[in-house]
């Protein structure tokens, strides 16, 4: 087997490289020649005390990961592949009460309760609000920009929907959804300068949503509502969420049910309007196929991480004990094994077994139905109302070493 052709001190985390581009090269050279690699780092440049993690970079081997939580979990280094180099463990084994870093059983309790808020029925009843505030988001827009104006598409469209539907399914008043985009920001971006957050002010800003959420369960605790907090703390039946654990739910939701909806929705766009045929196509045909395409595409996540709980093998490498494990969904989304023609952009896809909400497994994502209704029902509305949107700028990436982000989209309206 040929030795990847990959620079001496190559790293798939690294912030610098995805604040340029997803590097897909890369990936493709791994999954031909040395699907499981080891990747060296500097001690503690992630904020972890070893000397590196295995890239897994395989469709397969990213889902065999994903659905042995008994070989490789969640819980001992979190999900999270790279902190900052002077994050504290003691901060890190905190993030171990977010539903996200948890493994069974305890995680298998805390979801049981959690998804009541995503069954079938309760995002059939969100659909028709989601569908109005869509148009209306779309409308403002275009309203704001006028005839031949632009807009950043990020600000005024991508992160609106997403954060009024977590408001909506929640409770929380829709005048306070710029607190949880601001405070979710602060949460992701202490790797990129030009936001000057510091993980301190990351962790402040992840305090503030805790505290939020957590005055939240307390007031529907004492006066119960017909809402799904009520339904989370304070119903009798099934077990409730203690209000620090709706409050960490609530701060998983802030970026797992905003950041990651958010940047597909921006790639999404960003795909259409550098592939014109098949946004002409999907403003014909407006494809049900069209929001898996998009999240496969952009992938909004690049990686999460596991670490073994005991020696194993993985793609022909021996794992040991306390290895971290990265599992690369932009490499397993791109892989050909699994997808014709992985490279081209195509929302009539079908089959699409992307692995964009997880690789299965205890953690595939609680809210992918409400994520698709999301990006269909932003792009309806986007194809009624402005149907010759057009880019005005190339996007503006966010510095990180596991999001990929887009910071800024500037596109004008006719």
């Known amino acids: 087997m040929p030795c990847p052709a990959l620079p001496d001190g190559f790293d798939f985390t690294d912030p610098d490289l995805l604040h340029h581009r997803v590097p897909l090269p890369e990936f493709a050279e791994l999954r031909q020649a040395e699907p499981v690699r080891w990747i060296p780092q500097p001690a503690n440049v992630a ?11 395989r469709h397969a081997d990213v889902k065999y990961v994903s659905t042995h939580p ?6 001992l280094n979190t999900a999270i592949i ?18 996200l870093n948890m493994d069974p059983p305890e995680h298998t309790r805390v979801r049981q309760i959690v998804q009541r808020g995503f069954t079938p029925r309760a995002i059939r009843a969100l659909e028709e609000n989601l569908h109005q505030r869509a148009t209306r988001i779309v409308g403002t827009a275009l309203a704001n920009a006028g005839p ?11 992160s609106e929907l997403p954060l009024q539907a977590i408001a909506e399914l929640i409770g929380i008043p ?11 920001n602060k949460m992701i971006a202490y790797d990129d300068p030009e936001y000057a957050i510091t993980e301190e002010i990351g962790q402040e800003a992840a305090t503030e949503i805790l505290a939020y959420a957590m005055n939240m369960s307390a007031d529907r605790k004492q006066c ?10 304070a119903a009798e039946d099934e077990g409730n969420l203690a209000s620090d654990e709706f409050g960490f739910f609530v701060l998983m939701l802030a970026v797992a049910g905003n950041e990651t909806t958010r940047n597909a929705i921006t790639h999404g766009m960003h795909a259409f309007l550098t592939h014109p045929d098949q946004w002409d196509l999907y403003k014909r045909e407006r494809p049900a196929t069209a929001a898996e395409e998009i999240v ?3 992938t909004p996540i690049v990686a999460f991480q596991r670490t073994a709980t005991q020696d194993t093998e993985l793609g022909g490498k021996q794992i040991r004990k306390g290895d971290r494990v990265g599992l690369f969904y932009s490499s397993a989304n791109n892989d050909p094994e699994v997808f014709d023609t992985p490279e081209v952009f195509d929302v009539h896809r079908d089959p699409n077994p992307h692995l964009g909400f997880g690789g299965g497994g205890p953690h595939f994502c609680l809210g992918k139905s409400l994520a698709t209704l999301e990006i ?37 309206v006719d």
């Open 47 to 57: 904020g972890f005390q070893d000397e590196g993690y295995w890239a897994v970079t």
């Open 70 to 75: 008994e070989l490789f979990s969640s819980t």
């Open 82 to 99: 790279r902190f900052g180099p002077h994050m504290e463990r003691d901060a890190i084994d905190a993030q171990r009460l977010i539903l």
């Open 148 to 158: 031949g104006g632009s807009f950043d598409f990020v600000t005024e469209v991508a």
């Open 174 to 184: 829709q005048d306070d959804r710029a607190k949880i985009f601001d405070w979710s």
């Open 224 to 233: 119960p509502a017909k809402d799904i907090v009520t339904t989370l703390v």
């Open 296 to 298: 496969r595409w952009a």
């Open 376 to 412: 269909d029902l932003i792009f309806n509305a986007i194809a009624d109302a402005m149907p010759g949107v057009h880019l005005t700028g190339d996007p503006r990436r966010l510095r990180s070493a596991w999001i990929n982000g887009v910071k800024e989209l500037r596109v004008g």
